[in-house]
Each structure stands twice: as C-alpha cells, then as structure tokens.
C-alpha cells in the first residue's frame, strides 16, 4: 500500500508501541499532524505550551513509564526549543525518540524560514541522530532510531524529516513487532568470580550504585546482594527510588548534598562495590582524594563509563541485572557486625548533625523575624507534610536547585521509577513538564516540588496541566532567591549576592488561578496541613505556594571538590 | 586533554576506524574528540575497498589511559563499525606532504639535491617557484620541511597520515 510520509511516521510510532506522542506543530510538521488528526483514535497528542516542555513531557513520560517517549517539534525554533530537553534526557540515559520537521531538501543549505541544521546542533546530545532524505529510508529510520533509544544504556535520538520526505510516498509495511533492542552485553564469568572473591576477602563492603540499577530493573538482585554479603548502600541522586527508602541497609544519597551516613561510610569503607553509577563529581567530591583507601568494583552495561571518571580495581562491562544476579550465587552469606556498629554510630551523628543544623536554622529565624513563630515554613516540615499525604504510587518530580536536594534527602520513596528529576543536566524549568508526562504514564497523581526559581522557568506548562486534565499538586518553596545559587555565594563569595535575589512580586496562586488551577499561599504548618487535605482530597490541580526563608541552607555539603574531611554540616550565624 | 593540557605524552597512537559510510559520520567522529576534550595530531578520512564504508586514521599523543577512553568513546558511535589500536612496530605509515618552496638560482640546486636524497618529486616548476612532493612517515616529512625552510616555503600542506598493517591482518568490519 503507497501512503505519505508523513502518514508511515504516525503508522511505524503505532507500530512501535507508541499510544501518546508530546509536541507543538508548526509549518514543516502540518503535514504529520494532520496524519496524527487522522489517527487520534489510535495515538494521543499531548499538545503543551512550549517545545521545550514538550521534550521534558516525553522525558518524564518515559521515565516514569520505562518506555519510549516521543516527541515531536516544527523546524528552526521548534526544533531548537527541544535540545536543552533532549540534553537532560541524555544526561538522564532516558529513552527518547525526537522528531523534527525540516524545509524541503531543496531548500535546505539555504537559510530557508525556519531553517536549522538541528542534526548537526545536537549531535553531542543524542545518542544517534539522522535526516531522513528518502522517503523510502523512513520506516527503517524510525525503527532505528527506537533501537538505539532503548537499547544497553538508554538515551534520546532524533530523526529530522524534511517536508517533502513528508509527502513525497512510498510502500508501507507495517511490522508485527516493536523493534527489539540490541543484544544485552553480559559480564565475563572470570570478572565476576575475581569480584566476588573481592567481596568475600572486604571487611567494610560499601555498594555505590545508580540510575542503572533503575534503567535495569535490577531492584530486586540489588536488595538479595546487599542482604547475603551485610552490606550497606548509598546511591547517585539518579538511583534514587531503585530501593526503599526504609531499607536497613540503605543510608540514602551520597555526595555533595548526600546523607552525611552515606558518605562517611564509603570513605571507611574497604571495597566500594559500584553499580550502574559513572562516579559524577557530585556523587565523588575530590577525584585524587576519592577512593584513597579503598577498592573499587565498577559494573556498567556502558563500557565507556569505566575508568572514566575514576579508575576502577575491577571493572566489569555488562547487563547489571544478569551481573547481579550471576554475582549471587558466588558470594558467601556474610553478616559484619562490626562494620555495622560503625555504621549506626555514623547515623546517630548524622542524626545529631541534621537536628543541630535544623536548630540552628529555627534559631536563625526566629532571630530574624523577631518572633518565635515566624511567617516561614522549614523545607522538611513541607516534604514531611506533603509525603503523609502522597500515595506510594504518586509520581515525584523536582525542578532543580535547594528544593530538588531537600526532596532527595528527605522525601520516603518506596518504588522504582518515582522519582523524577533532573540529575546529569540540572534542568531548572524540567519539573512542570516532566509532571504532565510523569502523570501520563502512570495515571497516577504527580507531586511537583519546585522553587520559585525554578517554576518561573516554564510556568507556561500551567496550561497543559488544565487541559490534559491532569491531576497534579505543586509545591512552590518560594524563598524569594536562586537559593543554592546563594548558599554558594554565602559560603564562597562573602555574601556578595550577584543575580540571585528576585525582587519579584509574582503571586504564584494568583497565576495558578490565572490558568484555571487553583492553589493557596501558607506560611505555618497549620496552613500547610489544610492546604495538602484540600489539594489531595480534590483532583485537578492545586497549587501550594510555601513561603521559606532564603537563608535555609542544603546540608550537609561537600564543598565542591571536597572531601567528606570538608563536609558542612551546619552554619551557625 | 582535559585538565591536562599543559602536560605533554611520548606515547603516540594511531587508530584505525571503519565507519559506515553515511553523511555526517565525520562531523560525529571529530567532533566526538572536540566534546571529550581529546587532543588529535592528525584525523584522515577515505573510501575503502567497500562502498558502504570509509576509514579514518587517527593519530594522537596520550597515555593508556587515554587511548582506551578515546576507544570506548568510539565504539559506542552508532555509525562506528571497527576500531583498531594500530601496533606501530606491525602498521605501515604513510603521509603526503605538497610543499612550494621558492625557486631562485642560488638556491636551485640545493633545493634539486634535497629532493633527490629525499626521495621527493619535482611535480610543478615556473620561474620562482617549485612544487614538491613527498610521502613518507611522519618524522621523515618533518625533517624534509625544517629542511625546506631555509630556502622560504611559499606555502604547504600535509594529509594526515594514513596507516595499514603489515601482512594479512586487515581491519575488517565483523
């Protein structure tokens, strides 16, 4: 059967599993989104404010959903609006097919109208793109483009169609299948018993581990791994919801905002047994001080991530799961009672240093405004609030800054794929967007922690929210300034704050209202308490703008290029 | 190299890459380099015996640690089919250098007897100046224009090298 090309693109995502698609048409795309007006009863098109929303939809959708996101923009500025989404989904390894729509091969090379060479701008950012100039390469192309995305380490590809590849056409035939991935790579069984006499010899076991275990889904074997061989765990701010957050063995995120617990016992520990992480240097602090006393395993199923950052002792390139779950056998049952001693004296000072911080951050406020109740809500008291109301299920998607580390920290995540955040990229204006998708794909409710910052970014998402029905709660903690932008300056620039104080006087409640959601400002945990029965009784969107001093602090803190010797774990005046 | 640059390597290593043959396969190879902070000496880019594919010869200072990232790197490029570490002591390596050096009757004949020990080519003359030709390894290229300069090279250019294995090994794509 002869069909257009822009009909076998909306015919080949159906194929491929696809059921809802994020974008924003536009001259070069007319074309496919009049296919997809044709198929609206086979695929969704989720029509959001901005391209640039758009692409963190499909990222978010994809994240929480593990498959696929698609994304679809016009050419020139449509297309340049998605590369700062397709960069986080590519920091992210989150699986993304973009598609753009591109002038006429006639025209192109010719700073035609909304002309830009958007392969050659995000080449760096993808892990494959093409220009489809055949109409009968199109198919074949996207099936591609959906292998690459998927496959090993996942990442985002992007396939340009120039108009007349969109109407020239061509024979079809649809596959009966979604494209496979390609072939897992599987770990060597000599590595694998070399690690594992590493981890029968380690007194002091620590597992690092990452987004990977989450992209793997190798949950299960992580849990079955650190319970044989008594081992505790901390994880990159990507592997956040891989485990529980109430798992024994778990001591939250390590690093730069990491648990205090966390970082301390990987720095004591005798074998640092890494998991499908690439050692960011967040995740490290000082690269030379790193790993000074210990030995490192690293297991990635992306070869090019070992040795990368920090040499490892062993590393191992393979499938995480099939290499977890392969380790199991060959490790002994192990219990290290003196190891975990340590461990809980760690806690307990940790435990102490976050109450000390905490009293001293009352304190401050108290001080400044000069009552012992005053108008400003503690960034804990508003996860802590928030999380009694949330359902396991529920979606948690950040934007980027002091809110994002605060919910890292704190927030009790129970299953894989509920977190949701910009990690690699650190996109401020991500979360919005990500929330729409997020919701999507689960159908469950999404929970938006944000800064004033960050929400101000891409509040335009509003609209996308109301008209996809959405069932989303946001939560602004609205301090008036970049606030980690400030914590720097205030630790490291004398307090010389360049840029960071807002001097705005948006009404976050007001705009809310102004886009058909409804919302409420609170200043005590009084408030806030209402105002998260009101937003989780009701379904729709609400709004919870928080007021928050802008002298609350991320603690603890490695300072950048720190080691756990430099952490700050509170800040008295 | 990254945080790197002041430091110098004495190792020098070339690969051998085959990549599909497809617009923009270069642009993706080089500019992987510009991303990853790695520092070439020379990228040449070809036809093979096969359609489908082309080979690039890249050629670099660095140390194991380095080579094995810029490996890791490229193999992971989708377009990226073969990637070879050349052993030097087993590899044939080759670079064409055209070299116009200004042609005066006092310097004829030295420039004439330089060419000849060389083994390099006469292949344009006029009035004043004379084009050169030269292949060789790298080292014997850059003696032949240190040489050169006394006599006042007008302008040059070089290829890059190329490079093959000895004997019945190939670089084949699996």
């Given at each position: 059967m002869k069909i257009s090309g822009a009909r076998i693109v909306v015919e080949t995502l159906i194929e491929q599993g696809v059921d809802t698609v994020f974008g924003y048409p536009g001259g070069q795309v007319i074309d496919l989104f009049d296919e997809l007006y044709k198929s609206r009863e086979r695929i969704d098109h989720v029509l959001t404010a901005h391209e640039q929303g758009a692409a963190h939809a499909a990222d978010g959708y994809a994240r929480a959903a593990g498959k696929t996101g698609v994304v679809i923009a016009t050419s020139g500025p449509g297309a340049t609006n998605l590369v700062t989404g397709i960069a986080t989904a590519f920091l992210d390894s989150v699986p993304m097919v973009a598609i753009t729509g591109n002038v006429a091969t006639s025209l192109i090379?010719?700073?035609?109208?909304?002309?830009?060479?958007i392969v050659g701008i995000t080449m760096p950012v993808t892990k494959h793109n093409f220009i489809v100039k055949d109409v009968r390469e199109l198919a074949d192309t996207l099936r591609t483009a959906f292998k690459i995305a998927k496959s090993g380490r996942p990442g985002p590809v992007l396939v340009d169609i120039p108009k007349d590849v969109q109407t020239a056409v061509c024979d079809f035939e649809p596959k009966p299948d979604p494209v496979r991935p390609y072939p897992l790579t599987f770990a060597s069984e000599m590595k694998l018993r070399k690690a594992a006499e590493m981890i029968n010899r380690a007194e002091r076991p620590y597992i690092y581990f990452g987004g990977g275990i989450i992209l793997g889904k190798a949950s299960r074997e992580l849990l079955s791994l650190s319970e044989k061989i008594d081992c505790p765990m901390g994880c990159s701010l990507m592997g956040?919801?891989?485990?529980?957050?109430?798992?024994?063995h778990f001591l939250g995120m390590q690093g730069m905002h990491g648990h205090f617990a966390a970082s301390a016992a990987e720095d004591e520990a005798d074998l640092v047994i890494t998991l499908?992480?690439?050692?960011s240097d967040r995740a490290t602090g000082n690269k030379s001080r790193f790993a000074e006393h210990f030995s490192i395993i690293h297991i990635d199923?992306?070869?090019?991530?070992?040795?990368?950052?920090i040499p490892a002792d062993l590393a191992i390139q393979g499938d995480i799961k099939d290499a977890i779950f392969r380790l199991l056998p060959m490790v002994e049952e192990k219990k290290h009672p003196e190891w975990f001693a340590r461990i809980e004296e760690l806690r307990e000072e940790e435990k102490r240093r976050t109450e000390e911080a905490l009293v001293s951050a009352e304190r401050r406020c108290r001080e400044k405004y000069?009552?012992?109740?005053?108008p400003v809500l503690a960034p804990y008291t508003i996860i802590d609030t928030i999380s009694r109301y949330a359902g396991d299920g529920d979606c948690i998607v950040t934007d980027v800054g002091q809110h994002q580390m605060w919910t890292a920290q704190r927030y009790p995540l129970k299953k894989p794929r509920t977190f949701i955040t910009s990690g690699?990229?650190?996109?401020?204006?991500?979360g919005l967007g990500a929330a729409v998708g997020a919701g999507i794909a689960s159908g469950q409710r999404a929970i938006l922690f944000t800064g004033d910052g960050s929400f101000g970014m891409?509040?335009?998402?509003l609209a996308t929210t109301i008209s996809e029905g959405r069932n989303i709660v946001i939560v602004v903690m609205n301090?008036?300034?970049?606030?980690m932008v400030r914590q720097w300056q205030t630790l490291f620039?004398?307090?010389?704050?360049s840029g960071t104080t807002l001097k705005r006087s948006t009404d976050f409640v007001k705009v809310a209202e102004a886009f058909g959601a409804h919302g409420v400002h609170v200043t005590n945990a009084e408030e806030l308490e209402k105002a998260a029965e009101r937003a989780f009784s009701g379904s729709g969107v609400f709004l919870i703008d928080c007021a928050v001093d802008c002298d609350e602090y991320v603690l603890p803190m490695l300072p950048p290029d720190g080691s756990i010797d430099n952490i700050i774990t509170d800040i008295k005046e | 190299m990254d945080n790197n640059s002041e430091h110098t390597y004495n190792n020098k290593y070339i690969i051998g890459v085959i990549v599909s043959?497809?617009?923009?396969v270069l642009s993706r190879v080089s500019g992987m380099f510009t991303r990853r902070g790695f520092n070439i000496d020379s990228l040449t880019v070809g036809e093979t015996e096969s359609a489908g594919f082309s080979r690039i010869t890249v050629a670099f200072h660095g140390d194991e640690d380095i080579r094995d990232r810029i490996l890791r790197q490229l193999e992971k490029?989708?377009?990226?089919?073969e990637v070879e570490v050349l052993d030097q002591s087993e590899t044939v390596v080759r670079e064409l250098l055209l070299l116009k050096v200004r042609n005066s009757s006092a310097t004829r004949q030295d420039i004439m007897a330089a060419v000849e020990i060389f083994r390099s080519k006469i292949i344009d003359y006029s009035a004043t100046a004379l084009v050169c030709e030269l292949t060789g390894e790298t080292s014997k290229i850059d003696a032949f224009i240190e040489l050169m300069k006394s006599y006042g090279i007008l302008e040059m250019c070089r290829t890059g090298i190329v490079a093959i294995e000895r004997g019945e090994n190939c670089l084949k794509t699996r």
């Open positions: 090379g010719r700073d035609s109208f909304q002309e830009v060479d956040l919801s891989a485990v529980p957050a109430d798992n024994p499908g992480a690439r050692f199923t992306d070869c090019s991530e070992l040795d990368k950052n000069g009552t012992d109740r005053p690699g990229l650190g996109t401020m204006g991500f891409n509040l335009n998402e301090n008036g300034v970049l606030g620039f004398e307090r010389r704050y | 043959n497809v617009s923009g490029l989708h377009d990226v089919r």
